[in-house]
């Protein structure tokens, strides 16, 4: 497991992969083909996703590298803009950042497997996953690493098994075309586009996850970049292989507007013993999305706990260096959201919340430049400025989108952020620091 106290770089690198690979591939596409049914810009979304996450990983290596230490955008707001500014990171990195979709992947967990058993309850199979996983990950690194090696292999091992199994045991591949046409263009330039854009950055969320355990990463300088990197492409190629295994194996009519596209693939490939098949792999599969999210997700308690004395039992870590109960904590709120929130609200307003979060960090790049210089010896961002504007063109893009057609949403960010302003003063006002 490497180093005692520490995180191998495998480690973070499967940390990396599970965050990433969780609900949002298998359900994106349904809504995509409800409007574009080109084979070239569905790949191309997805493509363009990928690019959108390397760029972002590039940007968070270059200040993981410069600011090493835990907590993510906490830390890394903290520093760049104002000690309130990482406060509220933090508390929407740990709401609707890790909380929400913990209780996403785990529920989806319960739907699946209990698809395949319906004598069991979907909501106690997720509340028995988040628990147990939970009660692993707050002992030690070496059976909290272990766990998230074990399960993220799997999880690659069975994209790779399904998809090359679909592909061979479909009766028939579907004709779709991937080479482009004129039509498209008008594709590119829609509406449609830029909403499907929404939902493939929600799949491709998670590329920054290793950022969370900067100080708990073996040689974190020159490791964290490598983590970072390696993670997000494979996670990039996956998501083209499944993308093209979807579109391969199922029609487009049968797939659009619905949730459960590696179900309705699988039927098409496997026949009636498809469902049954993709239930349980599936299923298998978010567990180590919830297992990732409970181990990176409580780091930011834990910098919030040493930072400030309100909070400070937060900041506690046992004697193998876990912070057992910033993890129970964060399992708690996980909790919450699974018992009270449904998919469809969960899914809605984590989305925009995070994307301000990484777009005001992404910013930070050229603030932190500007400041240091460029001579520190850390890693730094390749094509440079070209990865930070590609980054924040396409989020802001998105974000004024999502603003005319999904004011609920903006608005409920806007509300998380203004509490966390408000939970900050109340932090000022009675911690010692």
Not at 333 to 341: E, S, Y
Not at 381 to 390: A, G, H, M, S
């Amino acid at each position: 497991m490497g180093n005692k106290g520490k995180f191998s770089e495998r480690t973070a690198m499967a940390i990396v992969i599970a965050n990433m690979i969780g609900t949002g591939i298998f359900t994106s596409l349904g809504f995509q083909l409800a409007d574009i049914t080109s084979g070239f810009v569905i790949m191309s979304l997805w493509v363009l996703g990928g690019i959108m996450a390397l760029c972002g990983a590039l940007c968070y290596a270059e200040l993981g590298s410069r600011l090493p230490r835990s907590g993510g955008e906490y830390n890394f707001l903290s520093e760049i803009y104002h000690p309130g500014a990482g406060f509220v990171s933090g508390w929407i990195s740990a709401t609707v950042g890790f909380a929400a979709p913990t209780a996403l992947a785990a529920m989806t967990f319960g739907t699946y497997l209990s698809s395949v058993f319906p004598s069991l309850n979907p909501l106690w199979l997720a509340t028995v996953l988040i628990v147990s996983m939970t009660a692993v990950h707050s002992t030690t690194h070496k059976n909290s690493g272990g766990l998230q090696d074990f399960f993220t292999t799997g999880k690659i091992l069975l994209i790779l098994i399904f998809s090359i199994a679909a592909l061979i045991a479909a009766p028939e591949l579907q004709d779709v075309s991937y080479m482009p046409k004129a039509s498209d263009v008008s594709l590119f330039t829609g509406g449609a586009f830029a909403v499907s854009l929404i939902y493939v950055g929600y799949a491709y969320t998670g590329w920054n996850a290793a950022t969370y355990l900067t100080g708990e990463l073996e040689d974190a300088q020159k490791s964290l970049p490598r983590v970072l990197m390696v993670g997000t492409a494979a996670v990039m190629v996956c998501y083209l292989l499944l993308n093209y295994v979807f579109l391969a194996t199922a029609p487009m009519n049968a797939m659009a507007g619905e949730l459960e596209i590696g179900y309705i693939s699988a039927q098409y490939a496997f026949g009636d013993i498809g469902g049954t098949i993709m239930g349980l792999s599936l299923s298998l599969l978010l567990i180590s999305t919830v297992s990732a999210m409970l181990v990176a997700a409580p780091r930011v308690l834990q910098m919030l706990g040493e930072d400030y004395s309100l909070v400070a039992k937060l900041g506690k870590v046992n004697s193998h260096g876990i912070p057992a109960l910033a993890i129970w904590l964060q399992a708690a709120m996980a909790l919450g959201f699974l018992w009270t929130a449904t998919f469809e609200s969960i899914l809605l307003f984590s989305g925009a919340t995070m994307a301000i979060n990484s777009l005001f960090v992404i910013i930070g790049v050229f603030i932190l430049r500007k400041r240091m210089g460029g001579e520190d010896g850390g890693f730094k961002i390749p094509l440079y400025p070209l990865p930070p504007i590609i980054f924040i063109a396409i989020t802001v893009v998105t974000l004024i989108y999502l603003t005319i057609q999904n004011t609920e949403e903006i608005a409920f960010s806007a509300a998380i952020i203004s509490s966390g302003l408000v939970l900050y003063a109340v932090a000022q006002k009675y911690s010692k620091d």
